[in-house]
C-alpha cells in the first residue's frame, strides 16, 4: 500500500469516528428521551419472538443484545444506530475502492453520501430503517463479488443469501434490492445469455430461505399481522385513481428534496455534470442495478398501486448513490481540485449536527421531550404504596408500556395492549391512564 492508499485510510477512519462521535454525544446530550421507534424495539426486546405487530423481529433483536450489556443507558442505542451507520460506510469505501481501483475516488463516494439527511439527521433513531443498512451494503457487495469475478465462490453465495434474509428480517422493503439484483443476473443469463447459470446461486435461495423459516411460521400463527400493517400504512384501502398519480408524483419530489445537498456536492466535485450511460460497460449496469432500479420499482408501486411511501422508507436506497454518481462523472473530476468539494463536505458536516442539536433544544414537544424517567420513578413509587411484589409485566401501546419497560429497573416484559384476559392472570396490577403494570 502507498503512503497516499494509508493516508486515505486514514481520513476514512477519521471520518466515520468523528461522525460515530458527533452522532453519538449530540443526541445523547440535547435529547430527554430515546425516540419512538427505537422504544418501540426495545419494547419488543423485552419480549423477543420471532415478529411482532408492525415488523420483522431485527432491530428487537439488536436492541435487546444492547440492553443486556449497558441497560437503560440512551447513549447505547445512540451508539447502536452509529454502528450500524459507519458499518455501512465502511462497506461503501470497500465496495467502491473495488469498483474504481482509486481509493481517492472511494472515499469520495463515501462523503458524498454523508450529505443525505438518513444517514446524518435521522439517524440517532435506531429503527427498522437503519436496522437494514449495514445488511443492504453487505448483500450489495457480496452480490458484486458474484458479479465480478470469473469463478463464482460458495462463500460468496452463502453471504448474499445470509445478509439478504437478515435484511429482510429487518424489513419487508429490503425485497426491492433483492428482486433489483435479481433481474440484473436474469437479464444477463437468461436474455443477453452473457453469464450461464451456476447451481450455486441455488445456495444463495436455500440459505435465504431457511433463516426466514421461524419467521414465516411466525407469519402464518399470528395472521400475517406485519403485512397486514405494513399495507395500512400505504393507505391502500383509502387508494382513488388521482391517488396513482399524486402520491407517485410525490414520492419523486420528496427524494429530489432529500438529495439537494448531495446534488450541490456533485456540482462542486466535478466541473460539468455530463455523462453518457453505457449498458455494455459491466460496472455501470450494476451500478444502474442497486440503485436506480430499487427507487424506480418503488415509484411503480406508488404508480400502480396508488399507495403512499413514506419518505423514511427510503433510508437505505441511497447508500450507493455516490459510486455511481462519481462513476458516472469520473472524467470530470480533478482529483487536483477537489478544495470546492472538502469545503462544501465540511459545511454540511457540521451543519447537519448543528441544526438537529438546535432542534432538539428549542423545540420542547417532541417524543424525545417525553418524561419517560420520571414518569417510570412515579410509577414505581405508586407501585410500592400498594404491593410488595416486583413489576414484570407492562401493558399498553409501545410508546408509553415501552418507555416503563425501558425505565423500570425491573425491565418489565411488554405484553401488548390491555387486555382483560392478560390483567386476570396477574397476581397483582395496576392501570394508570392507558397502561397498566403487573405482578405474575
Known amino acids: 500500500m502507498t503512503s497516499n492508499n494509508k493516508n486515505i485510510d486514514n481520513f476514512f477512519y477519521i471520518f466515520v469516528i468523528t461522525h460515530l462521535i458527533f452522532w453519538t454525544l449530540i443526541p445523547s446530550l440535547t435529547n430527554h428521551n430515546l425516540p419512538l421507534d427505537t422504544i418501540e424495539a426495545l419494547a419488543w426486546g423485552s419480549n423477543l419472538d420471532w415478529g411482532f405487530n408492525k415488523h420483522p423481529p431485527m432491530s428487537a433483536f439488536f436492541t435487546e443484545i444492547f440492553f443486556q450489556i449497558f441497560g437503560s443507558q440512551d447513549w447505547a442505542y445512540y451508539l447502536l ?63 458484486w463479488k458474484i458479479y465480478s469475478e470469473k469463478e463464482i465462490k460458495f462463500l460468496d453465495c452463502f453471504l448474499v443469501g445470509l445478509f439478504a434474509a437478515f435484511g429482510f428480517l429487518s424489513k419487508y422493503l429490503f425485497i426491492y434490492l433483492l428482486v433489483s439484483i435479481d433481474f440484473l443476473f436474469i437479464y444477463l443469463i437468461f436474455f443477453k445469455k452473457e453469464r450461464k447459470f451456476d447451481f450455486k446461486y441455488l445456495i444463495t435461495i436455500e ?164 418524561l419517560g424517567k420520571e414518569i417510570a420513578m412515579k410509577t414505581q413509587y405508586t407501585w410500592d404504596q400498594q404491593f410488595n411484589s416486583t413489576i414484570n409485566v407492562v401493558l399498553g401501546d409501545e410508546w408509553s408500556a415501552g418507555n416503563l419497560s425501558y425505565h423500570l429497573k425491573s425491565r418489565p416484559v411488554w405484553e401488548g395492549v390491555v387486555d382483560r384476559t392478560k390483567l386476570d392472570k396477574l397476581k397483582d396490577y395496576m392501570c394508570l391512564d392507558n397502561v397498566c403494570v403487573g405482578s405474575r
Open 207 to 370: 440459505v435465504f430461505i431457511v433463516v426466514l423459516v421461524p419467521h414465516l411460521i411466525w407469519l402464518n400463527n399470528n395472521d400475517f399481522i406485519t403485512i397486514t400493517y405494513g399495507l395500512a400504512r400505504t393507505g391502500l384501502e383509502e387508494a382513488s385513481l388521482i391517488n396513482h398519480v399524486k402520491f407517485s408524483l410525490l414520492f419523486l419530489g420528496k427524494q429530489i428534496g432529500i438529495l439537494i445537498p448531495f446534488f450541490i456536492l456533485i456540482i462542486l466535485l466535478a466541473k460539468k455534470t455530463y455523462f453518457k450511460i453505457n449498458l455494455r460497460d459491466k460496472k455501470l449496469l450494476f451500478l444502474l442495478a442497486i440503485n436506480i432500479l430499487p427507487i424506480a420499482l418503488m415509484f411503480l408501486t406508488s404508480l400502480t398501486t396508488g399507495s403512499k411511501i413514506r419518505t423514511m422508507w427510503m433510508t437505505p436506497y441511497y447508500l450507493f448513490f455516490g459510486t455511481l454518481s462519481v462513476y458516472l462523472l469520473q472524467a470530470q473530476i480533478k482529483i487536483k481540485k477537489l478544495k470546492p468539494f472538502i469545503i462544501g463536505f465540511v459545511f454540511f458536516f457540521f451543519l447537519s449536527p448543528t441544526i438537529y442539536a438546535y432542534v432538539s433544544i428549542s423545540n420542547d414537544d417532541k417524543k424525545t421531550d417525553y
Open 81 to 143: 444506530s452509529q454502528i450500524f451507520v459507519i458499518f455501512s460506510f465502511y462497506y461503501v469505501f470497500k465496495f467502491s475502492n473495488e469498483i474504481f481501483n482509486n481509493k481517492l475516488l472511494g472515499l469520495v463516494s463515501v462523503l458524498l453520501i454523508e450529505s443525505i439527511y438518513f444517514y446524518n439527521f435521522t439517524s440517532p433513531e435506531f429503527n427498522v430503517n437503519v436496522c437494514q443498512l449495514p445488511f443492504w451494503s453487505l448483500t450489495v457487495y457480496y452480490s
